[in-house]
């Protein structure tokens, strides 16, 4: 009995065993590129609040330091957001009729919270903490891009997983003198790994990779 | 919801049996991973989060009137409120040392907490003050030079005429630290060429530009 299949067919058959390769190749990676998009992750979108408070005009601008505000991230895992009353240190006189700046007004005379909507916000089953990461010379920069010239804050790392191991394994790529972390605009004196690697011996950071670091 | 849009286009094209299980079963992974809720949002507290539980909304609780935290009981007046008998106290309080550590993070909180309207240097022009906040005495002011240095550490606590006080945002120990290095720069805004050791007098006067410098940044005075 002749073969049913002509011998063309084998090639019919490699061609489509490559074909179905390359199909579940394109699913797998366009499912992980979906999953590290923007769209999922939350970064570069922007995120209404209350009062249109401006990194750009206070940070930038005025070059307050971040620690006036966020008096906490050097000692504790929040880096706290400031309560009403530090706006009041400044606009109890400055732009004190600002219509832009009545919920804060408002807050300060009934003494309820200005509701802010966070923009970074970890899954609850995993552990971050800001002071661990500031003493080991990680700049606000690296984590949070140039807030500096942001009027509203974005997102600017995935925060998932695979980007917190990036740096946890390699650390020195991104380790700046701890005089610097609050600095934007950071440039390495020379090469950011010969740099970073005197850093990571010098501040003894460890390569923390085991699951018990982040999920507690 | 990317995910949601992607099953919809699959549906549309209507794709044979086959793929259309395989598709299935990878987008109810992608579906199973890409969910952002159960444990992602468990229901504990997050420094800050909002409460529907106490009346004020707020899930860190102010401390109750009348108790006090541990390691926060304030018997030493000297050291909590820089007085003694009501009078500004003129050294510092025994627990605090003068060193360069304690002048550099002097240097570090003052440039953090008052530079915005004091300057650096002091003399009550910094960048909040030419945006309109009114302007306040210059630290150099004989006044404020004879000041007994308990006079800093109550002002921070406890504000003084239309500056707030910092006490929320400064701690205790920083406070004197602040106290010290506003000192430092009183000296070396008063200082003269008899207060440079005689070993490095012809570094300033042979090069007056790198001296002056120097002293704008009030860094100069962690060595006086």
Redesign the interface.
Known sequence: MSQIFPRSANAIVRFSLVGVLLFGGLVASIIGMSMRSDYVTGANSNVDQPVQFSHLHHAGGMGIDCRYCHTSVEQAASANIPPTKTCMNCHSQIWAQSPYLEPVRASWKTGESLVWTRVHDLPDFVYFNHSIHVKKGMGCETCHGRIDKMPGIQQKSSLQMEWCLDCHRNPEKFVRPREAVFTMGYEPEGDQLEVGRKLVQEYKIQSLTTCSTCHR | ???AL?HARTARRAVPPSRAA??VV?LS??LI??C?QD????P?Y???E?SDFFA???AMRPIPEGTVARGNLREDDVYYTGKVDGEVVHTLPAQITVDKALLDRGQQRY???CA?CHSTLGDGNG??VQ????RPASYHDPRLRNMGIGYFYDVITNGFG?M?DYS??VAPADRWAIAAYIRALQLAQAGTIDDVPAADRGVLEGGAPAAAPEASHGGGAAHD
């Open positions: 919801m990317a995910i992607t395989l598709a990878l992974a992608a991973t890409g952002r444990m992602h949002d468990t504990r997050e420094a800050l909002e004020d909304k707020r440039n953090i907490y915005p960048t909040i945006r309109g906040y009114k239309q707030p929320a945002q």
